[in-house]
């Protein structure tokens, strides 16, 4: 009992007076067994934020890519809002004078003189060679026919002075007869009258007339006092591109 005493006394006497031993290490006075390795640690707490880097040198600048494909349209929007009104433009200056159009025109009389109560032959025209009315020009009094420049509808109309004798006469178009008028004469003691007329289609060219039908029919009588006369005039026209007729 008193030995194990004396060891007890020795051993702590060596584990204070030994400064230069190292921490957990006891002298192999016992020789024993590895301990069991410990447990991991935690984690330890995040550690502060480190401090920003210098900026670095401006590098020189990259050469320019390829342009890239177009892209598919996109999708049209809805349609906007319609704006405010706009002001009123400036007044702009004043074009020229257009062409004046008239209507179109073809109208004409004529009256038989003294000089042609003469017989006049059958299948011959009257010539009606005083003219009464004749602007557009399109009767001759030189051959006592009417030839048609303006397309369309005409009224062609005879007033005729019979006078000791009977008169038959033809009105023509283009070498046709459209109409005829008779006057027989009945010993009558003053001059008497006969008339007619007609509407008639004509296109440029068409020629009208007044033909005697008869030889022995052709009383035609004109004087101081009373007059045979050929009138025709257009009603109106047939021009397809445009209502008015420039002169």
């Known amino acids: 009992m008193a030995s194990l005493s004396l060891w007890a006394v020795?051993?702590?006497?060596?584990?204070?007076?030994?400064?230069?031993?190292?921490?957990n290490k006891i002298p192999s006075l016992c020789t024993g067994q590895p301990g069991i390795p410990g447990s991991p640690g935690g984690h330890g707490s995040p550690g502060q934020p480190g401090r920003d880097g210098r900026d670095g040198r401006d590098a020189a600048p990259g050469e320019k890519g390829e342009r890239g494909d177009r892209g598919e349209p996109g999708v049209s929007?809805?349609?906007?809002?319609?704006?405010?009104?706009?002001?009123?433009?400036?007044?702009?200056?004043?074009?020229?004078?257009?062409?004046?159009?008239v209507a179109p025109k073809s109208a004409f009389s004529a009256k038989l003189s003294e000089a042609r109560s003469a017989p006049v032959p059958v299948e011959g025209a009257v010539v009606f060679d005083a003219p009464l009315l004749n602007e557009q020009g399109d009767y001759n009094v030189e051959t006592g026919r009417f030839t048609c420049r303006v397309p369309g509808v005409y009224y062609f109309t005879v007033h005729a002075t019979v006078y000791r004798a009977s008169l038959q006469f033809d009105l023509m178009k283009n070498g046709h007869v459209v109409a005829s008028f008779f006057q027989f004469y009945g010993n009558w003691p003053k001059p008497a009258s006969l008339s007619g007329?007609?509407?008639?289609?004509l296109v440029p060219g068409d020629q009208v007339w007044?033909?005697?039908a008869l030889q022995e029919y052709n009383g035609f009588y004109s004087s101081s006092k009373t007059d045979s006369t050929f009138t025709g005039f257009l009603v109106y026209s047939d021009w397809k591109n445009s209502a008015v007729f420039a002169v």
């Open 197 to 201: 007329g007609s509407l008639l289609h």
């Open 77 to 101: 929007g809805e349609r906007g809002f319609s704006g405010d009104r706009g002001s009123p433009g400036e007044k702009g200056e004043r074009g020229e004078h257009g062409e004046c159009a």
């Open 10 to 23: 020795l051993l702590f006497f060596l584990i204070n007076s030994s400064n230069q031993l190292e921490d």
């Open 210 to 212: 007044v033909q005697m």
